[in-house]
């Protein structure tokens, strides 16, 4: 999955401007996503609701196939600007992204 897969699949199921941020790290030598993401909602309850329709889900065949389901936790650092300053001091946040 791709960010941009993630992102088309999380508005596809409802969630579309319910979020402010979202992140899925990409390893590109590899050409696989790091196998976790982030997304900051505008609200606890679209976080809840996120949870209760896509922890346990396969995103994919391949998730299915290794029997790895997508699992949401909440996460340590909340909201868009406090997501965005973290990540601009990783490594893999300083590399934008040309489809955003």
């Known amino acids: 999955f791709t ?3 993630f992102l088309k699949e999380v508005n596809a ?3 579309d401007g319910l979020f402010d941020f979202l992140y899925l790290p990409f390893d ?5 996503n790091v196998r976790y ?6 609200e606890a309850k679209y976080a809840k609701d996120f949870r ?8 994919d065949k391949q998730m299915k196939a290794k029997g790895k389901p997508l699992r949401v936790h909440p996460a340590n650092v909340q909201g868009y600007e406090a997501n965005y300053q973290q990540f601009m ?9 040309p489809q955003f």
């Open 3 to 5: 960010q941009l897969m």
């Open 28 to 32: 590109l030598k590899k050409g696989v």
């Open 13 to 15: 199921h409802g969630f």
């Open 89 to 97: 001091q990783t490594q893999t946040g300083q590399k934008q992204d």
């Open 37 to 42: 993401g982030f997304v900051s909602f505008i």
């Open 52 to 59: 209760r329709e896509f922890d346990g889900m396969f995103m």
